[in-house]
């Protein structure tokens, strides 16, 4: 990367940024108010110098372009539930917090498309779909309290992407704010566009370091009719794994498929009592969904063969609150998990889906090897893992320990010809790892396209790319 001399936030830059949002309180300076941005859901703090909320795209673009004048780092921010890092300001400058731009949400039903500002909640996208029969598929965990923007920026994914895929497989266009404060369009509101290169898909996932999203154009698709869902019991995580392997090449398509391992289980009937087998080494959660004849045999189906793979018990839902009560548990693992320790390493490496029970035997070896209270749960049907550690971040020792225990798990899933990220991103966490799966050659040609978009590297800067030397840790910053 190119080095940089950042220019400090002082009192003629803020009284610039004032004069384009005169609005008091959407530009903060005080230490109490700077401090809430100072992290996100990953790991560290860093305070910014400057934070503004803009509601306009011209706000943006002012705001961009005054930072690029001067060599200002700019970071977008949404809900800050980033788990990598994305939106940290680790080189203090200018916040830009895009949270409480929500106005646009409008559904065309007959282009099967909605166009959205940035601070729309994603929840409040699936409710308006809805109410039109439609459906948005992209669905991250944390959809109730995530931003559209923070999504885009990210890439995110969630249970459905085993069937639908992620947030870039539903994003028709882009308006867009480059690093020099210009104002683009990608992409539009038609299914195929082949006009050009498409940048529309570059910028999705590019985690704020090439701009900042104002707009976008999503797809939409019919809702399905009807769900079904069952949960498979194993008393072996490692057959649980190859359960899932066969389902996913006899046919069927779940519309999701989660895995819980026992240390969840236990955790989750400790928070909040669901019946769940705490005996059982880990549970399986499939949906289906499609016309009802169709969901009914496949369920069916797949429940058969969990069973002749090795599964102990299979329970399908046979309404529709007992499915909602099946999903409940899955959503509760991550608040039940911060009760064991209070201090959440939580990762998503992801492998192909033949590689899934060699992963869940690496995990098991890592777990013992390190001494660490690891936890696994995710979306196993796609192979995107969530191999969570639990620890106490005041405990040096053993922060030292998740360090290698996070490390020798993203070895793992490269060697098995996986992926550091399935759908949280890269960030500042995972950036020291970019070379381990992409190489020299790779990571360089992905520089040369930040550098050519941003020469003054002031978009996210720190994420993605390491500086030299750079590596994980999680007992400084």
């Not at 941005?37 to 503004?52: C, H, I, K, N, Q």
């Not at 200002?72 to 940290?88: A, K, N």
């Not at 995110?156 to 690093?179: A, I």
């Not at 102990?312 to 608040?335: C, D, F, G, H, Y």
Request: charged share 25%.
């Amino acid at each position: 990367m190119i080095a940089v001399a950042y220019r400090k936030v002082d009192s003629d830059i803020v009284r610039r940024v004032r004069a384009i949002i005169p609005e008091h309180k959407r530009v903060m300076t005080e230490k109490p108010d700077l401090a809430g941005y100072s992290f996100d859901g990953s790991f560290g703090t860093y305070m910014p110098e400057l934070v503004v909320q803009p509601k306009s795209t011209a706000e943006v673009a002012a705001i961009v372009k005054l930072a690029y004048d001067e060599i200002i780092p700019v970071y977008p921010r949404g809900q800050s539930t980033s788990l990598s890092g994305g939106p940290l300001p680790v080189e203090g400058g200018i916040v830009l917090d895009l949270s409480r731009w929500d106005e646009k949400l409008e559904i065309y039903p007959e282009d099967l498309i909605a166009i959205v500002s940035p601070g729309v909640l994603t929840s409040s996208i699936h409710a308006a779909a809805e109410k039109a029969g439609l459906m948005y598929p992209p669905d991250p965990s944390s959809s109730a309290v995530s931003t559209i923007g923070g999504n885009l920026a990210e890439n995110s994914g969630g249970p459905r992407g085993l069937k639908y895929g992620v947030t870039k497989d539903y994003v028709l266009g882009l308006e867009f704010v480059t690093p020099q404060g210009e104002i683009i369009r990608t992409g539009g509101r038609t299914v195929k566009n082949v006009t050009g290169y498409d940048l529309t898909k570059l910028i999705v996932g590019s985690e704020g370091t090439l701009g900042v999203i104002t707009e976008a154009t999503l797809q939409l698709i019919p809702k399905p009719p009807k769900t079904a869902t069952l949960l498979a019991i194993f008393d072996d995580i490692v057959t649980s794994g190859q359960a899932i392997s066969k389902v996913l090449t006899s046919g069927i398509l779940p519309s999701k498929m989660e895995i819980m391992d026992q240390a969840c289980i236990h955790a989750v009937e400790n928070y909040e009592p669901s019946g769940l087998p705490v005996d059982a080494e880990a549970i399986i959660l499939i949906e289906v969904d499609g016309h009802a004849r169709t969901v009914e045999e496949e369920i069916r189906e797949a429940g058969r063969i969990c069973e002749a793979i090795g599964a102990r018990k299979v329970q399908i839902a046979s309404t529709a609150a007992e499915e909602a009560n099946l999903w409940k548990a899955r959503k509760m693992v991550s608040p039940a998990i911060t009760r064991v320790k209070p201090t959440k390493i939580s990762e998503d490496a992801t492998v192909p889906r033949s590689q899934i029970p060699a992963m869940f035997a690496r995990l098991k070896a890592i777990r013992e090897k390190y001494n660490v209270n690891l936890v696994v749960f995710g979306h196993a049907g796609d192979g995107n893992l969530h191999p969570n550690i639990v620890a106490d971040k005041r405990d040096k020792e053993e922060m030292k320990r998740v360090e290698q225990a996070v490390t020798e798990i993203f070895e793992a899933a490269i060697e098995l010809g996986g992926t550091l990220s399935g759908e949280h991103g890269i960030g500042n966490m995972k950036a020291p790892f970019m070379e381990m799966e992409l190489g020299k050659t790779g990571l360089q040609m992905m520089k040369l396209i930040k550098d050519s978009w941003d020469p003054k590297n002031i978009m996210n800067p720190g994420k993605i790319f390491p500086a030299p030397g750079q590596r994980l840790n999680l007992t400084e910053g």
